[in-house]
């Protein structure tokens, strides 16, 4: 039974996470290679995200894996030869339980390692890449705005990189505005900085106190366009992304670096530990609601029914303990209650399925052999 929830599971896991990463890798085609970056960037930034979505997928193919598991084995009556052998519901629910902590192992890793890690890397490469020449200039027929006074055009990019017509309007200085056209220009970098190179053509110079205009012309003029450019401070840290030890043990320094209340601090530490176990809560309820299914010509479409409500029942205790948490970080304890109530149905629900009678089904008697 635990190798054919594993495969199942490894089934399901794979097509869930293509699903998610397909609909995430789609947003992000149309946040990078629209500002002009390359397909090297595009992929690099999905497999950064490959971990939180791993993270969000394994308890629902855990949940299903043992759904499925349990319904075919149901329906080609393994389950009832295993009965008849003596197997209580507890004890074939043995597998389960160690298919559950395999799959919470996973998520443990996920979420105390891979998810943190992917998160602080991915900020690390998003404010780099804010900061790029490509990202925040070079797009054609389309007035940019880098920065407060600066307005930027171009018309056409050849594919060598020679920028076609090119204006410039620098008006951050109080006392005089300069614009710049060109016929063309390149991207030069150096030492100091990326430069704008432009050949033939004009600057004017507006000096408004005079209210003069005067023009120049030029075959070759250097603009300096770093400042236009911002290189991509170090960005600061979020609760995500900093280890589950320096959550637990420097709270109240990481609630005030993050700007978050010690409750959300605290709930984001203990919510790696709770999603583990709400991996093993999964598949137990998966698990047990078809275990208490009885033969029917329907099959136990109901039972499949009422374990996708329960789970949801689980998630609805998860968001409830959310808020008070958060306002009340001495309330942490209760992050773990969806585990706890998910751990109680799962065991309400075995204790049924175990019970030789059904309520209002009482044994059948027996007639008296006559005398």
């Known amino acids: 039974m635990l190798s054919q929830l594993m495969v199942v599971f490894g089934f399901f896991a794979l097509v869930l996470v293509m699903v998610y990463w397909v609909n995430r890798s789609v947003s992000l085609f149309d946040e990078l290679i629209a500002d002009g970056h390359t397909a090297g960037i ?42 008849t052998m003596g197997y209580s519901p507890w004890r074939i629910a043995r597998p389960v339980l160690i298919f559950g902590l395999v799959i919470g192992a996973m998520m443990a890793i996920l979420s105390h390692l891979l998810v943190p890690a992917s998160i602080a890397q991915l900020r690390l490469r998003e404010s780099q890449i804010s900061g790029s020449v490509s990202a925040r200039l ?13 307005t930027f055009y171009i018309r056409d990019i ?23 056209t060109a016929e063309t220009a390149y991207i030069l970098r150096d030492d100091s900085g990326p430069k ?39 960005p600061g840290r979020r609760s995500r992304q900093i280890s589950t030890w320096e959550l637990l043990t420097e709270t109240n320094a990481v609630a005030t670096e993050v700007d978050d209340s010690i409750g959300e601090v605290l709930e984001e530490a203990h919510m790696r530990f709770e999603q583990p176990l709400l991996c093993v809560v999964a598949a137990l309820i998966g698990y047990a609601a078809l275990m208490t299914g009885t033969f029917s010509r329907f099959g136990i479409t109901r039972q499949i029914v009422g374990a ?5 029942l689980v998630k609805l205790v998860e968001s409830a303990v959310s808020d008070p948490v958060r306002a009340n970080a001495a309330l942490w304890p209760l992050i773990y209650l969806p585990s706890v109530t998910g751990t109680g149905i799962a ?7 175990s019970r030789p009678f059904r309520p209002g089904k009482p044994a059948p008697e027996t007639e008296a052999a006559p005398a």
């Open 308 to 312: 996708i409500f329960l789970l949801v």
């Open 196 to 234: 704008l190179a432009m050949k033939s053509g004009i600057a004017q110079t507006f000096l408004r106190a005079e209210e003069t205009l005067s023009t120049t012309n030029f075959t070759d003029l250097t603009y300096d366009i770093s400042e236009l450019v911002s290189a991509g401070n170090q």
């Open 42 to 83: 595009f992929l690099e930034f999905t497999l950064l995200s490959l971990p939180g979505v791993i993270a969000i997928v394994l308890p629902i193919a855990a949940f299903g894996a043992a759904v499925y598991v349990t319904n075919r084995m149901s329906n080609e009556s393994e389950l009832t030869v295993i009965k």
């Open 138 to 150: 070079l797009h054609e027929g389309t007035f940019l705005h880098p920065t407060r006074g600066v």
């Open 158 to 180: 050849t594919p060598e990189g020679e920028l076609k017509d090119v204006y410039l309007s620098d008006r951050r200085d109080s006392r005089r505005s300069m614009t710049y």
């Open 347 to 353: 065991g309400v629900l075995l204790w049924r399925a």
